[in-house]
C-alpha cells in the first residue's frame, strides 16, 4: 500500500475503497496499485495540472453573491470513484423505472389525474406544488414525454446501500463536469483507462442530441435543434455552451429568437432558420412572458403557443418541476407502485412532511436530529442540518416550518459514504454522493458514470459546489474487458 494511504481510516463510515484500514476492495486494487507507484509530490504535481487545465479551459461554475467573485474553478479529486458492472446494473435499472413512472405521473397529471382520482396520493399535496402548472393540464406533448434529461442524486448509507435523494427534472446540470472530468483523468492516468475496462462517457453529446431529435414535430427528418441559455451570468453557462458545442448546435438567448405565424426561427447572418426542438435551460417562469412571469426579458414571447400547437418541441416539458418538489419526491415509490406494479428497484431516504400535521410536529420535537429541506431550494440552500445546527438555528427554522408546514421535509441524517480525497500530501476520507444522467427519447439510456460529487470540507454532508463541493470521475467497470470499446485518444491538455 501506498505512503499517501498509511494513515487512512475508513472511521467507522462506510467507505467506497477499503472494506477496512489497509484492506482495499477488490474493484479498487489496479488503481491503488498505480497510484501506490507514486510518491506524494509525483501525485500532487498530477493533480496540480489537472487544476491548470480546468484554469485554461474555462471549466468553472457561478457563485452568487460572493464578495471572493463569482467566477470558480470547479474543483476535482484525481482518485476516481470505482463501480463494479453488478452494482451498476441495479442502479441503472433503478433509474430506469423511476423516470419511466415520473413521466407516467406527469403525463397523468396534466390530463386525467387518474392517481389522484383513485386517492393513490393526495391531491392537495400534488396540486398545491408551487411549479405544478395548471394552465398547461390537457397539452399533449411529443411522445408523452415530459422529463427527456433527469439527474437523479443517489447516495449510500453506513451499509453501502443506495437511496434516491432527490430527482432532477427541470434543468438538470453537471454532465459537462462528467465529461470533462474523463478528459483529465486520459490525461493524469492514460495507462488506467487503458488497461482497465472502463465505460466510456463520451458518448454524452450524440445521446443528448439524438434525444432531442425524437422530439421533433412530425415529418422534420432534420430537426433543427438549439440550446435556450438565460446568458452569461447564470451559474450554468459553461455548462450550455460546453453540450451545445458536444451536440453541434447552436447557443441562443431569447433575443436569438422570434416567431412567425405559431412557429419559432432563430435569427442567423442568413436569415430566419426554423428551430424545430429547443433544449431549454431556463426556468418555466422565464420562458415566456405572455404566459408566465410578465417581467422576463429572457425568453421568448409566445413559444407556448408554438408549443402547444406542436410547431416546437421543449426539453424539459413545461411542468416538470412538480416532480422536483422534494414533498411529492416521498410520493414516487408510490408512482411506481401505481403505474408499474413495482416495489422501487432503489429507496427512497425516509422522508417526513411537513404538511403533515402529525409529522409536523414530529420534526419541530426532533429538529436537532433531522435534517430539514425548502422543498424547491437547491445547491444545499434553505435547509438545516439539526445535529449541527446552534439552537438558536434551530428555533429560528422551527418558526419558519410553522409559518408554512408544507414547504419543507425532513428526513434523517444518513452517514453517507466516504471516499479518499487527496489533502496536502496524503488522502483524507470525504463525504460523496452520486447523480447519473437519465436520457429519455426513443428509449431510456443512463450514461454509464455520472457526477460524483464531493464534500471537500472535513466532516460536512454537503456537496454542492456552491458549498465549497467538487466532484470525482466515475467510473464503471465492465464485467468482460473484451466487451470493451477503444477509449478516445487523451485530448491535449
Known amino acids: 500500500m501506498s505512503s499517501l494511504f498509511n494513515d487512512y481510516q475508513p472511521e467507522g463510515f462506510f467507505d467506497e475503497v477499503f472494506s477496512k484500514a489497509g484492506k482495499a476492495r477488490p474493484h479498487y486494487g489496479a488503481m491503488l496499485d498505480s497510484v501506490g507507484s507514486l510518491t506524494p509530490s509525483e501525485y500532487s504535481t498530477r493533480q496540480k495540472a489537472v487544476d491548470a487545465a480546468f484554469l485554461r479551459q474555462g471549466v468553472t461554475f457561478t457563485v452568487y453573491g460572493d464578495d471572493q467573485g463569482t467566477e470558480r474553478i470547479f474543483p476535482f479529486d484525481l482518485m476516481p470513484r470505482i463501480i463494479p458492472q453488478r452494482e451498476w446494473e441495479t442502479i441503472e435499472a433503478g433509474l430506469i423505472q423511476r423516470i419511466t413512472a415520473l413521466n407516467l405521473f406527469l403525463n397523468d397529471i396534466y390530463h386525467g389525474q387518474k392517481i389522484i382520482t383513485d386517492k393513490a396520493v393526495p391531491a392537495e399535496l400534488v396540486l398545491s406544488a408551487s411549479h405544478y402548472r395548471p394552465e398547461f393540464r390537457g397539452i399533449k406533448v411529443p411522445h408523452g414525454i415530459y422529463i427527456h434529461i433527469c439527474g437523479t442524486d443517489l447516495v449510500r448509507d453506513g451499509k453501502g446501500d443506495y437511496y434516491v435523494l432527490e430527482d432532477n427534472g427541470r434543468c438538470p446540470s453537471g454532465a459537462s463536469y462528467m465529461l470533462e472530468n474523463r478528459n483529465a483523468m486520459k490525461r493524469a492516468f492514460p495507462g488506467q483507462l487503458q488497461s482497465l475496462p472502463v465505460r466510456p462517457v463520451d458518448a454524452y453529446g450524440s445521446m443528448l442530441r439524438e434525444t432531442l431529435a425524437h422530439l421533433a414535430p412530425s415529418g422534420v427528418l432534420d430537426p433543427a435543434i438549439v440550446v435556450l441559455t438565460p446568458g452569461i451570468y447564470n451559474s450554468a453557462y459553461f ?255
Request: aromatic content about 8%; overall charge neutral; some cysteine.
Open 239 to 493: 455548462e450550455h455552451c460546453y453540450l451545445a458545442k458536444q451536440m453541434g448546435v447552436p447557443i441562443v438567448e431569447g433575443r436569438d429568437l422570434i416567431l412567425r405565424n405559431d412557429r419559432v426561427f432563430m435569427r442567423t447572418t442568413k436569415g430566419l432558420e426554423q428551430v424545430h426542438v429547443i433544449y431549454r435551460r431556463i426556468d418555466d417562469d422565464f420562458l415566456d412572458p405572455q404566459v408566465f412571469r410578465k417581467d422576463s426579458l429572457l425568453g421568448v414571447p409566445g413559444i407556448i403557443n408554438a408549443y402547444r400547437k406542436g410547431n416546437v418541441a421543449l426539453a424539459n416539458s413545461i411542468g416538470t418541476g412538480v416532480a422536483d418538489d422534494k414533498a411529492v419526491y416521498a410520493l414516487v415509490p408510490k408512482m411506481i407502485k401505481y403505474y408499474l406494479d413495482q416495489d422501487p428497484i432503489l429507496p427512497n431516504v425516509p422522508t417526513h412532511l411537513g404538511v403533515d400535521p402529525k409529522e409536523c410536529s414530529f420534526i419541530l420535537d426532533n429538529l436537532d436530529k433531522l435534517v430539514v429541506k425548502a422543498v424547491n431550494e437547491s445547491g444545499g440552500y434553505g435547509m438545516l442540518m439539526g445535529p449541527h445546527a446552534s439552537k438558536k438555528e434551530r428555533a429560528d427554522f422551527a418558526e419558519l416550518i410553522k409559518k408554512n408546514p408544507r414547504n419543507y421535509i425532513a428526513q434523517p441524517v444518513l452517514q453517507l459514504s466516504r471516499h479518499p480525497v487527496f489533502v496536502d500530501d496524503h488522502f483524507e476520507g470525504r463525504h460523496i454522493d452520486l447523480r447519473p444522467y437519465v436520457l429519455c427519447g426513443d428509449r431510456v439510456r443512463v450514461v454509464p458514470g455520472g457526477l460524483t460529487r464531493v464534500a471537500l470540507k472535513k466532516g460536512s454532508l454537503v456537496v454542492n459546489s456552491s458549498q465549497g463541493g467538487g466532484s470525482k470521475d466515475t467510473w464503471v467497470l465492465w464485467d468482460d474487458p473484451l466487451d470493451m470499446p477503444d477509449e478516445t485518444t487523451p485530448p491535449a491538455a
